[in-house]
């Protein structure tokens, strides 16, 4: 069990350039969450996915964020036309299911540098 | 709204001593309660959970937390800290409602005096 993958593990984009990130659930989990991470907000929670339907993305900004999941193995975050404010370490956590109290098993992050 | 209360940044201990981690979180109704750490360029690892039962839960590494609903606290205890144990605490609670997500607290450095 690799646990969740994140790639790229840095990414540096300049403003107003695109940024995709991607995450591999550990296989058979049915539930993925993207959070952001930041020394000033700390962790947010941006969106939900189970069994690929997008089902909670209240945390999204309303601009410029989206995220898809094509496929069980794996679930993109695209940032356009990135901002010095989107700098910030995106997390990918995976369930088995869709209890409340199931753990969320989380990837290394992707850092995420706008110059 | 809801809320996860860490009101420290930041704790220094002894190798040996005795710790105590503060959460408190906002909610009248009994909340799914998580503490994760963070180790330096690593994601999130689960220490314990509680929803029910016994309020003392123990959890990995000699790690325990204890629910107090009348405080509405969740409090990280270990009896004696090791080097290995400075990293980044974060208390969350996901309370169902939200659609499963969890909402987490600032975070508590600590740090461990050899």
């Known amino acids: 069990n690799a646990g969740v993958i994140q790639t790229p593990r840095h990414k540096v984009t300049g403003k107003g350039q695109e940024a995709t990130l991607w995450c591999e659930p550990i296989?058979?989990?049915?539930?993925v969450f993207w959070y952001r991470q930041t020394i000033v907000q700390g962790l947010e929670f941006l969106t939900y996915?189970?069994?690929?339907?997008?089902?909670?993305d209240s945390g999204m900004p309303k601009e410029r964020f989206s995220a898809q999941m094509p496929n069980q193995s794996h679930s993109t975050l695209k940032i356009q036309s990135t901002q010095p404010q989107d700098s910030a370490v995106y997390l990918c956590a995976s369930r088995y299911d869709w209890g409340y109290y199931a753990e969320q098993f989380f990837g290394p992050g992707t850092r995420l540098t706008v110059l | 709204a809801q809320s996860v209360t860490q009101p420290d940044a930041r704790v220094t201990v002894s190798e040996g001593a005795s710790l105590q981690l503060r959460c408190k979180y906002s909610y009248s109704g009994t909340p799914y309660l998580f503490w994760y750490v963070q180790y330096p360029r690593q994601g999130l690892q689960l220490l314990l959970k509680y929803y029910s039962g016994d309020p003392v839960v123990q959890g990995v590494n000699g790690f325990e937390a204890e629910f107090i609903k009348s405080n509405s606290s969740f409090h990280l205890r270990k009896a004696s800290v090791h080097w290995s144990d400075s990293a980044v605490y974060f208390c969350?609670?996901?309370?169902?409602?939200?659609?499963?997500?969890?909402?987490f607290g600032i975070g508590t450095l600590l740090s461990v005096k050899p």
């Open positions: 996915f189970r069994n690929q339907a997008p089902i909670d």
């Open positions: 296989s058979g989990h049915s539930a």
């Open positions: 969350a609670v996901n309370y169902g409602s939200s659609g499963n997500k969890l909402i």
